[in-house]
């Protein structure tokens, strides 16, 4: 079955860094763009970066540009989100998404991991 599993978060300082990373199985990865989005209870969820299925083309949130890096391996069916001088403003449960809208209309995929809380002490 489709899965996509975090793991790397934790409590950091600020100006710390963290690594988290997302491994899927299940589908053909290759295929899906990938993205990191964060919630914060009580907000809405909030895409932070993403990916192109090739890699070749990445996005990111205007509050986490020049900090974070998303990076994907399609050998090893892995995304990751390199996190740089974090802030306290970063604290939240990060989720790691994968997307594909397959042209000629057949639906879309759309698939979700449990997310990994990301704490930033001040």
């Known amino acids: 079955q489709v899965q996509l599993v975090e793991s790397g978060g934790g409590l950091v300082q600020s100006g710390g860094s963290l690594k988290l990373s997302c491994a899927a199985s299940?589908?053909?990865?290759?295929?899906?763009?990938m993205n990191w989005y964060r919630q914060v209870p009580g907000k809405e969820r909030e895409l932070v970066a993403a990916i192109t299925a090739s890699g070749a083309r990445t996005v990111y949130a205007d509050s986490v540009k020049g900090r974070f890096t998303i990076a994907r391996d399609n050998d090893k069916n892995t995304v990751t989100l390199q996190m740089n001088s974090l802030r306290s403003e970063d604290t939240a449960t990060y989720y790691c998404?994968?997307?594909?809208?397959?042209?000629?209309?057949?639906?879309?995929?759309?698939?979700w991991g449990q997310g990994t809380q990301v704490t930033v002490s001040s």
């Open positions: 998404n994968a997307f594909w809208l397959p042209l000629g209309g057949s639906g879309e995929y759309d698939y």
């Open positions: 299940g589908f053909t990865f290759q295929n899906f763009a």
